[in-house]
């Protein structure tokens, strides 16, 4: 049997993840004690954030029953928010006292879900308005000692160099990216060079590698050397809290080191599956973060995809070797980027070829630079200099690739069954592929024994049938290759699929058919910047860059912050809208957001009572308001629209009263598949018992904010709707609400219950 370390790393994993996914993925318990809770646990390291201190605890239990609602759970970490920056060390056990909560998940598609990736690391609950009330004495000497040279390594970088390089050069060497500008981990981030930012391969092989040259220089026994290096670099894993990608790279560098010492060939497939299985026996959860995935299907395009391009006796490609590795590794972690960003960038390759050679450098310099205390600050001045000019040049290399014409594809994120073909498919053609040419290299190798041989002739004829069949090989890997890229990337279409995103106290609704796309409103009183971190994310996740119609139904701000927010960005987020639809009777109260869209070239189409917007797919008819009549406030005076397309048709409310609820049964609507409830679920002069009787929704849909100051939705309004056997969703409960026509039938989704 070959690899027999491998098979069974690979069948701990295989354990791992069935364990995972059939005893221990238990969400935590969701009743939270609304009083304080005091506990104990291990400070495991901590961070300044603003004016305050997070500590991340571990080892934790709790005094008495201050949370016996979770007492059974098994918990391993917390996040402390503490407002004192009072000096704490890593190891040293701390008695706190504050308000627990859950980590804030994702309430739509797309959104950062901080409950799962705190999760993932180990912390499954955050302290607020949290007080240490006692501390210990005793520490963790190492792994304080650690930390302490981190702060030094940290504060020489800041004091050679300028802020923003500093800032990068921390990222690269320390594994703390908080002193980087956001702008510039977007433009890294965009064009596709952001991993240069982790700690990975790269930073451990040279730093490892320079001291295991360095110790042998000195005359240290090659054994001794490797055992020092692979110490010294375990304690370097460990003062940058080893992350996955640093601990995977720690195990390879050590195999690879120790390897020919034992004198053993390094076998990458086994070090990295023993990498894989040390990380998800420690935590199973690991292999859901996507830092993980990311780091091992790298290295596997580089060990496993790249040689597959390479010629039957060629180690390495002489032309182009740099730009076939990054697409290796491009390719091969495809579908996790998709999966993360929602996006591809498209000058990635390139980009990589002309950045990584320099990384190099840069961690040698940085280097120089937290160690040399001992040399002439010219001499300090001077690396941090080049250091300088190189991310001057990183800047105005990558501002370059972004503005180029389609720099970032908006692919969103792939279905899970895409994923499992493409990774399926593809390791079969790679196992292939490798099969062949391995044959096909013996078949070589006798040949050429026939050559010296004397049988030229021989020879010849073989050499041409084997060229003929690599050619044949190498059109099958680039054709199954470009397919499985297409059913990738290629997006799916949907008959019809209406959403209502949980925007808090707002609306915001996003309805797909086909190949168009509309939003009705988009806005709240209660998030900050909803258009950057719901709206944007949810229209990536499902690959919309476009947006044909955007009804605004009136001006307040539950409504439309997140067009005020868009329209001050230069390009709308990187959306494009085509037409915005206001309604007639409130064109004075919308002067100002008919100004920002002239501004972008959108153009404006007034409704009123009666109007129709006919599409391919779709059907929208105006039933509120009327120019002929006089409405008291915005409320009233909401866009209302009937939704019609085939199978599915609907009524959105707005914030309307009692004046639109006529206007709807004046116009014969009944029996429709759901309903927008008006104003959130308010009671006041709106959503009336006759209005329900007549309407005779399948379902009713509420958006509103948890725990709003309104009251919303109001009881009364609750109990009509039950009166009348109408199912209710919420988006202060059930989050994100999706209604779907597959095959004639209607189906609900909900992300919670």
């Not at 609950?125 to 004495?137: E, N, P």
């Not at 040049?393 to 180029?404: A, G, N, P, Q, R």
């Not at 209406?498 to 609704?509: K, N, P």
Request: a negative charge; charged letters at 20%; glycine letters at 6%.
């Amino acid at each position: 049997m070959k690899r027999p370390f491998m098979i069974v790393c690979i069948l701990l994993i295989i354990m791992c993840v069935l364990r995972l996914y059939i005893f221990d993925d238990a969400p935590p318990p969701e009743v939270i004690p609304k009083e304080t809770v005091t506990f104990q646990g291990r400070i495991d390291y901590w961070e300044t954030d603003a004016d305050r201190t997070i500590l991340y605890l571990s080892n934790v239990f709790f005094y008495g029953d201050s949370a016996e609602e979770i007492s059974t759970y098994k918990l391993n970490g917390i996040r402390c928010y503490l407002k004192s920056r009072d000096g704490y060390k890593l190891g040293q056990s701390v008695v706190v006292q504050g308000f627990l909560a859950l980590p804030e998940a994702a309430s739509n598609q797309g959104e950062f879900d901080g409950a799962t990736y705190y999760k993932t690391q180990g912390y499954e609950y955050v302290l607020y308005d949290a007080a240490v009330l006692a501390s210990g004495q005793e520490y963790d000497l190492v792994l304080e000692a650690l930390n302490r040279f981190r702060i030094y390594a940290t504060q020489r970088l800041y004091r050679f160099l300028e802020p923003e390089s500093a800032g990068i050069m921390t990222a690269m060497l320390l594994g703390d990216k908080q002193g980087i500008a956001e702008e510039t981990k977007t433009l890294y981030r965009t064009v596709g060079i952001y991993h240069i930012l982790a700690i990975s391969g790269l930073h451990i092989a040279m730093i490892g590698g320079l001291l295991y040259k360095i110790l042998k220089f000195l005359r240290v026994k090659p054994f001794f050397a490797a055992l020092i290096s692979i110490t010294i670099i375990v304690f370097y894993g460990l003062m940058i809290r080893m992350p996955p990608s640093a601990f995977r790279a720690v195990i390879m560098f050590g195999f690879g080191l120790m390897a020919p010492l034992l004198k053993r060939s390094h076998d990458k497939f086994t070090s990295l599956t023993f990498a894989a299985a040390c990380l998800l026996v420690w935590n199973p959860l690991l292999i859901k973060d996507a830092g993980m995935q990311l780091s091992f299907l790298a290295v596997l395009g580089i060990i496993w995809l790249y040689p597959t391009f390479l010629g039957l006796h060629r180690h390495h490609m002489k032309i182009g070797d740099g730009l076939w590795v990054s697409f290796a590794v491009t390719y091969m972690t495809l579908p996790v980027i998709m999966d993360t960003y929602y996006e591809v960038p498209v000058y990635a390759m390139l980009a990589n070829v002309c950045v990584v050679p320099f990384v190099p450098v840069l961690i040698s310099l940085g280097i120089v630079i937290v160690l040399g205390g001992g040399l002439p600050d010219l001499f300090l001045e001077f690396a941090a200099t080049v250091i300088q000019w190189i991310l001057y040049f990183y800047e105005k290399i990558l501002t370059v690739f972004s503005v180029l014409p389609w720099n970032s594809y908006v692919t969103g994120a792939p279905e899970t069954w895409k994923k499992v073909v493409f990774y399926g498919v593809l390791v079969l053609l790679l196992f292939y592929v490798t099969n062949v040419k391995r044959k096909l290299l013996i078949r070589s190798l006798k040949s050429e024994q026939a050559y010296y041989e004397g049988k030229q002739a021989e020879y010849t004829c073989e050499q041409k049938i084997i060229c003929g069949k690599m050619r044949s090989l190498r059109v099958l890997q680039f054709v199954v290759m470009v397919l499985l890229l297409l059913f990738l990337l290629l997006p799916g279409k949907t008959d019809c699929r209406i959403t209502f995103l949980d925007v808090g106290q707002g609306d915001g609704i996003c309805i797909e058919s086909g190949d168009e796309v509309y939003l009705i409103d988009c806005g709240s009183t209660s998030q900050n910047y909803i258009g950057r971190y719901t709206l944007l994310p949810f229209l990536k996740y499902h690959g919309i860059i476009e947006i044909d119609g955007w009804f605004l139904t009136h001006p307040d701000a539950d409504h439309i912050s997140a067009w005020q927010e868009l329209c001050k960005e230069e390009d709308m987020g990187g959306i494009r809208v085509k037409t915005l639809y206001i309604p007639k009777v409130l064109e004075k109260e919308f002067k100002e957001v008919i100004a920002m869209a002239t501004e972008k070239g959108i153009s404006v189409e007034m409704l009123n009572a009666g109007d129709a917007v006919n599409t391919d797919n779709v059907k929208w008819t105006v039933l509120s308001p009327d120019e002929s009549m006089t409405y008291y406030d915005n409320n009233s005076a909401s866009l209302v629209l009937f939704f019609s397309h085939k199978d599915i048709t609907g009524v959105f409310m707005a914030d309307a009263g009692t004046e639109a609820e006529k206007a709807v049964t004046d116009a014969q609507i009944n029996q429709v598949t759901f309903l927008k409830v008006a104003h959130h679920g308010s009671g006041a002069d709106t959503n009336t018992q006759l209005f329900y009787d007549r309407i005779a929704p399948q379902l009713a849909v509420i958006s509103c904010g948890k725990d709003n100051s309104y009251g919303h939705p109001h009881a009364e309004v609750l109990e009509r709707l039950e009166n009348c056997n109408i199912p209710v969703y919420r988006t202060d409960r059930n989050h994100q609400i999706t209604i779907e026509n597959r095959k004639h039938k209607i189906m609900v989704k909900v992300l919670h219950f």
